[in-house]
Structures are given as C-alpha cells and as structure tokens.
C-alpha cells in the first residue's frame, strides 16, 4: 500500500477494461485519480466504486481526440488538485481490417484516438508537469506497435506510432532537465471489452480465443490487473531510472 501516495493522476479510458484496473489500483496505492472517459455512466461507477473503498477521484467526460476538451480536462485536474504527477493515456480503439479492407474513414478514426489522442496527452501533461518539475507519463501501446497482425492495420500503424513517439518525448524531456519521465506499455492479449469485441469481429469468436490464447507461451490471455501493475510500476518511484523504455507484458508473445 502506498506506493503513490500524495500523487495525482490522470487516467484517460478509465470506464472499463485496462484503465478501469490502472484507476482503481493508483486509487488503492494512495493516488488521487481523475478518471477521464466518454462513457460517463461507467465512468461515474468506477468513481463510486473508488471512493466508497476510501479513495479519492473524480470523473471528467474527455474525448482524447479533441484539443480543446484536453485543455478542459487538464484545467479540471489543476482546478481540484493542483498538480499532475501522473498521466496514463491508455484510452483507444481497434478496428478489425486488413489493408485491403480498411477504410479512410476507419483509419483515421484509429489515429485520432488511439495516436493523436496520446499525442495531444503527452503535449498536455508536459505543460503542467513542468509547473512542479516532475512526473511520469505512461502511454499504451501493444505487442501491435513492436510486430505486426494483418487484420490490425490501423491499430499497428497507431500503437506503432505511439511506441517511438514515447521515445522521442521521452529524450526530449530528460535533454530538456523537466524530470519527466516517459514509457510505454505493450500488452499482449488482455481479457477486455475491447478484446472480446475484436475476437467476435474475426467471425469465429471461440476459434479465435482457442487460436491466439496459444500464441502466447504461458497458455492464456492476461488481465487487467497484469497491465494495472505494470503502470503502478512506471507511476511509482521504483522506476526512477527508467524513461523512453517499453515494458511488455505479453505472456511471451513477442519472444518467439
């Protein structure tokens, strides 16, 4: 317990899934989290559910792909807490499209939330982490911005984009002495919403869990809570000496 007490945090897609874990955990470890999504009904539950466990948070509806609701959402955080010493983009999407089958539409759909929405996150969170000279920016990514899957297209050409932009604003702030520190994230299969919404979009839902259940050594799909530990991690303290890194928690996917 404790291992982000004091801190402030931002979690944006804390409705469900990946950061719905992340917000509750941060909440357990002494974090006070605004959880940011489009959902507001859940959102709002996730809040409830943190608070009624002794936690502090507050619930922000925030569209990450748009500028002017990031300035709003950041002047929120400010407003009640003052401060941000954590950021979490992990809100996205996943469209299931080859190539050939992806549309424009589609694709810069994708970009927009899952690339632009980390892009103007990290602009942000930046801009007022520099104000208090330190934090930590965690960005989720995937195994899909380290290898590629043909019928992610969009959704590799994002999570890849958000790999090596991670690097780039991570060297950007350490050259530039903010102590800001910046990483990324790479989960391999993870039961979510999301997750079950792809394998039904294959076509053959229970093929596809019994198929790419396999691809990963350790013989099953992860949980929310393997990738809530891995921020927790990069949140806390432990991780000083760690910034433009990739942490990839995949049950051994990307070893073979």
């Not at 291992?3 to 357990?28: I, S, W, Y």
């Not at 019928?151 to 958000?162: E, H, I, Q």
Request: net charge negative; charged share 25%.
């Amino acid at each position: 317990m404790g291992r982000v007490d004091g801190k402030v945090a931002l979690v944006t897609g804390a409705a469900m899934g990946l950061g719905q874990a992340t917000a509750e955990l941060l909440a357990r470890e002494g974090a006070k989290v605004m959880v940011s999504d489009i959902n507001e009904e859940q959102g709002r539950a996730v809040v409830k559910r943190i608070t009624e466990n002794g936690g502090t948070a507050n619930f922000y509806r925030h569209d990450v792909g748009e500028p002017d609701q990031w300035d709003a959402t950041i002047a929120e955080v400010k407003r009640l807490y003052g401060r941000l010493d954590i950021l979490v983009n992990n809100a996205g999407i996943c469209v299931a499209a080859n190539i050939e089958d992806t549309t424009l539409e589609d694709w810069r759909w994708t970009m927009k939330i899952n690339l632009d929405g980390v892009f103007l996150g990290t602009k942000a969170g930046v801009k007022l982490m520099k104000e208090t000279r330190g934090g930590s920016i965690i960005n989720l990514s995937s195994i899909d911005g380290i290898i590629g899957e043909s019928p992610l297209a969009a959704y590799c050409a994002s999570k890849g984009g958000v790999r090596l932009l991670t690097k780039a604003a991570a060297l950007h702030c350490a050259q530039a002495g903010y102590k800001i520190r910046i990483n990324s994230i790479h989960p391999g299969y993870i039961h979510t919403p999301q997750h079950e919404k792809y394998l039904r979009d294959l076509g053959d839902y229970q093929g596809e869990w019994d198929r790419k259940a396999k691809l990963h050594p350790l013989g099953h799909f992860g949980k929310p809570i393997d990738i809530a530990n891995a921020v927790l991690f990069l949140a806390s303290d432990e991780s000083s000496f760690m910034t433009g890194s990739e942490m990839v928690v995949d049950g051994g996917y990307t070893a073979q």
